[in-house]
């Protein structure tokens, strides 16, 4: 459990695969995005689609960042963009080291089902403009949380 003084942060960002994950390349990315979440008190949940990761990191503000600066230098993936940041009062990801969907992959009787204002990409979204960030975003969570419950 984080402690008090720590301060909860949650970052939200895209980027693109370099080579495209095959189920094993997830499977070995997954393994080790929880193990050193675990180790480093972060939680949060990855969606990948024809090569396009969406990733929702939340923990303490200290180890998040030293993630962020790991992951900015990381070659499996690149244009790394940072859609929205803010303060938290309480992890959205509680249980989850990493929660993870294939966008592409839809559970028994979700076919078809996309979230209300899909989007192939985030690239459109400006940093500057938190409205509308935040309004995909949060549809996005709250997508990926239903079929996560299934």
Avoid: K
């Amino acid at each position: 459990m984080t402690p008090p003084h720590d301060t909860l942060l949650s970052i939200i960002y895209s980027s693109q695969a370099t080579d495209a994950f095959d189920e094993s390349g997830l499977d070995a990315l997954l393994e080790q995005c929880r193990e050193n979440n675990a180790a480093a008190d972060l939680t949060g949940m990855l969606l990948y689609r024809d090569g396009r990761f969406l990733q929702v990191l939340e923990g303490p503000e200290e180890p998040l960042r030293a993630l962020m600066d790991v992951l900015a230098t990381d070659e499996r993936h690149t244009g790394l963009r940072v859609l929205f940041e803010e303060p938290l009062r309480t992890r959205q990801f509680p249980n989850w080291t990493m929660g993870f969907q294939r966008a592409d992959d839809a559970p028994e009787g979700a076919a078809d089902e996309e979230p209300i204002g899909y989007r192939s990409t985030f690239d459109d979204l400006d940093r500057n403009d938190p409205t509308a960030t935040v309004r995909a975003l949060q549809e996005l969570v709250r997508w990926f949380q239903r079929r996560a419950d299934r």
